[in-house]
């Protein structure tokens, strides 16, 4: 089969995690059928991805959906999926994932690349380098996400994040504050101290990952975001709420865990945070 058509999550985390596999299976077209959920940015990422994946556009069946076609439907290996496709598949590794089970034995007949590569544009790098001239470096990106998140996954609040930014600041660093434009929380951010940028609403998915080549650190509420800066292979600390701490670390690359590139804890104490943040630094400065 050359061609398969496949039912993904809507979280660009979720799909990265997918594509992480996918990119070595041997399909010569892979389409991606994102389900139905706001803030549907998907699209914006999977046309980075190039070569054999093609946006498919936003499905008639939400996450739940998902998880009622596995139970329908089980597989084992990509093997069991291309065998079972006759029009779409429904797949995700989120459940593999939050038991703690590393993503390489996922779909155990495909080799996992953790770093694999986005396609941006000459145009995509003009604006970020754009948006960061006049930023001192070094450079903390930060998302704190929207209060309804925080609320959702029990995490900081805004005092909690502005602590943590003019910590950070105090050291010498520049804060990035990165997100979209529903991200209420990040942007209310701004202006919290000096030495705070922002460009949360202002960049595509593709200028976000260019701008990320421009940040020395980062720090952020778990997401699509900061996953997506682990595949660039850039130091990357995320913050996970207390029933996620399984899946905090069992997607990433077991060697970024080892060397610390990739960082992942609860939510405070502060200065427990802080200093962890600043391990990193120190390690990769």
């Given amino acids: 089969m050359d061609t398969i058509r496949i039912g993904v999550p809507s979280g660009i985390g979720d799909i990265s995690w997918l594509i992480s596999k996918l990119v070595n299976a041997p399909q010569q077209k892979i389409v991606i059928e994102v389900a139905d959920g706001w803030p549907y940015r998907a699209q914006d990422y999977i046309e980075l991805l190039g070569g054999k994946f093609e946006f498919g556009g936003y499905g008639d069946f939400e996450y739940r959906d998902i998880l009622a076609f596995e139970q329908l439907n089980p597989y084992t290996t990509w093997q069991d999926v291309v065998n079972a496709a006759a029009g779409r598949f429904l797949i995700q590794p989120n459940l593999h994932l939050e038991r703690g089970k590393p993503l390489h034995t996922y779909l155990p007949d495909l080799p996992t690349n953790y770093h694999y590569p986005l396609h941006t544009t000459l145009q995509m790098e003009r604006r970020a ?20 998140g925080a609320v959702a996954w029990k995490t900081w609040g805004y005092d909690e994040w502005v602590r943590l930014i003019r910590r950070i600041v105090a050291e010498g660093f520049s804060i990035v504050l990165m997100g979209g434009g529903w991200d209420d929380l990040t942007r ?21 990952v260019e701008v990320h080549k421009l940040l020395d650190f ?45 960082v992942a804890t609860g939510y405070g104490p502060f200065e427990m945070v802080f200093n962890v943040f600043r391990a990193q630094v120190k390690r990769f400065a």
């Fill in 218 to 262: 980062y720090v952020g509420f778990s997401s699509g975001l900061g996953i997506i800066r682990t595949v660039l292979g850039l130091p990357t600390y995320m913050l996970w709420p207390a029933h996620q701490q399984p899946l905090s670390t069992s997607w990433a690359d077991p060697a970024d865990l080892v060397s610390g590139r990739y």
């Fill in 188 to 208: 209310g951010l701004e202006g919290c101290t000096t030495g705070v940028y922002s460009v949360v609403g202002q960049t595509s998915f593709g200028e976000a």
């Fill in 129 to 148: 380098t754009n948006l960061m001239d006049g930023v001192p470096r070094p450079r903390v990106g930060l998302s704190a996400a929207s209060y309804r």
